[in-house]
C-alpha cells in the first residue's frame, strides 16, 4: 500500500510560544473593573441539571480565572476531567475558556503565557490568542500577522513552535472576523509562506468546527445536510485544511457512525478522500481518550486498505500529541494485525514524532 503524501501540522496541538519572542505583541493591560465587566464574578457549580452545560463549565472557570488564578482552573478543570465524561468530551474547548479569561486577566502574552497550561491539546494558548487578536484589532493584527511568528521562521522553520504560533493566529482571525470563515481564510492568505498559509488555515478551520458546540457563537459555515460543506466550496489552496478537520462535524451529523463517515470520505475527490480519511482517525482517537483497541476496532472499519491505511496514520499522530511522547503511539502501531498497515502506521508515527 502506497500512502498519499499528506502533510500533518498536528490538530489540536497547544501552541506552545516562547515569550519573549512574541512579547512585542501587547494589548493593553486590562483593569480590575475591565474584568469584572467581561467576565462572572461568582464561581457557579455545576452539578445536577448543569452537569452537561457547557455554558455553566464556561461561566465557572471565566469566574475562577478573574476571582483566583488559570492555575485554579485548572485544578478544578482536570479534577472534573477525570470524573465528568462531559467535561473529558468538552476539554480543548474549555481549555479554549481558560485562556480566553486568562488574557482579559493579564492583558500581555508574556504574561499569559505565564499561567498557561498544555492540558487537553493546550486549548488555553489557541483561546489567549483569540482574545487578544481582538484586543489588538483587525488592522493592527492584519500588519503583524507576517512578523508576529517571524523568529520562529528564522531560527526554526516548520518546527512544531513555528506551527503552533501561525495555527494560533487562524482561531484570532476567526475571532476578529466574527466567524465569517471565507473573509478569515482570506486573512491567512497574508502570509507569503504556503505552510504558514496552511498553518493558519488549519486554525480558521478549526474555530468553525468548534462553533458548533459553543454557546453563544453560530457558524453559517457547517450543514445538516452537507455534512462536508465548506470543504465542498472552498477553492483547492484551503481544501486539504478543511478536510483534517471535517469528519468532527460530520460524525454529530451522522450520529457518531464510523461507518458513515467512511463512506463519505470515500465520496471526497483524490487526493482529499486521504485527508479525510486521517481526519476520522484522529477523531477516533480523540472521541476514545486515544484507548488502543476501541481505536484499532474503529479504523478497521475503513472500506479499503487506503482508508485503514490512512486512519491509523490520524489516530497515531493523535496518540502521540495526546501523551506527548510516542510510546502509546508505537504501541498502538504493534498492535495491529496486519502487518503492512502495522508498518505504516510505525512509519508515519516516528516521523511525526520527530517534528513533535
Known amino acids: 500500500m502506497k500512502l498519499r503524501p499528506h502533510a500533518w501540522l498536528g490538530l489540536p496541538i497547544g501552541i506552545v510560544l516562547i515569550a519573549g519572542i512574541v512579547a512585542a505583541v501587547i494589548i493593553q493591560r486590562s483593569t480590575a473593573a475591565e474584568v469584572a465587566d467581561a467576565l462572572p464574578t461568582q464561581i457557579i457549580s455545576c452539578a445536577g441539571e448543569n452537569v452537561s452545560s457547557f455554558s ?88 503583524q500577522m507576517t512578523s508576529v511568528c517571524k523568529s520562529f ?110 463512506t463519505l470520505c470515500s465520496t471526497v475527490e483524490a487526493p482529499y478522500d486521504a485527508t479525510c480519511y486521517q481526519s476520522l482517525g484522529r477523531d477516533i482517537s480523540g472521541q476514545s481518550s486515544s484507548d488502543q483497541a476501541l481505536t484499532i476496532e474503529r479504523c478497521m472499519m475503513g472500506p479499503t486498505p487506503e482508508a485503514k491505511e490512512n486512519c491509523f496514520t490520524g489516530a497515531v499522530k493523535d496518540f502521540i500529541s495526546y501523551f506527548h511522547s510516542d510510546t502509546q503511539g508505537l504501541a498502538l502501531c504493534a498492535a495491529i494485525r496486519d502487518t503492512a498497515l502495522a508498518a505504516s502506521c510505525t512509519s508515519q508515527g516516528r516521523t511525526y514524532y520527530k517534528t513533535f
Open 153 to 262: 521562521y528564522d531560527t526554526e522553520r516548520y518546527s512544531f513552535n513555528h506551527y503552533n504560533c501561525v495555527h494560533g493566529m487562524g482561531h484570532g482571525v476567526m475571532s476578529l472576523e466574527n466567524g465569517d470563515l471565507f473573509a478569515s481564510l482570506k486573512l491567512c492568505d497574508t502570509y507569503t509562506d504556503n505552510w504558514e498559509r496552511q498553518s493558519c488555515y488549519g486554525g480558521v478551520f478549526m474555530e468553525n468546527v468548534m462553533d458548533e458546540i459553543n454557546p453563544g457563537k453560530h457558524t453559517s459555515y457547517l450543514k445538516q445536510d452537507d455534512p462536508l460543506y465548506p470543504c465542498t466550496a472552498v477553492d483547492n489552496a484551503y481544501k486539504q485544511q478543511c478536510y483534517l478537520m471535517q469528519t468532527s462535524h460530520a460524525l454529530i451529523v451522522v450520529g457518531q457512525d464510523y461507518n458513515k463517515v467512511f
Open 56 to 143: 455553566c463549565w464556561q461561566s465557572r472557570y471565566q469566574a475562577m480565572v478573574a476571582k483566583q488564578s488559570p492555575e485554579a482552573a485548572f485544578v478544578d478543570f482536570k479534577a472534573n476531567y477525570n470524573t465528568n465524561p462531559y467535561v473529558k468530551s468538552n476539554c480543548h474547548q474549555l481549555g479554549h475558556v481558560i485562556g480566553r479569561a486568562a488574557a482579559l486577566r493579564y492583558g500581555s502574552i508574556t504574561e499569559t503565557y505565564k499561567h498557561g497550561d498544555q492540558f487537553c491539546w493546550s486549548g488555553y494558548y489557541h483561546g489567549a490568542i483569540e482574545t487578544i487578536a481582538q484586543k489588538i484589532g483587525k488592522d493592527k493584527i492584519v500588519a
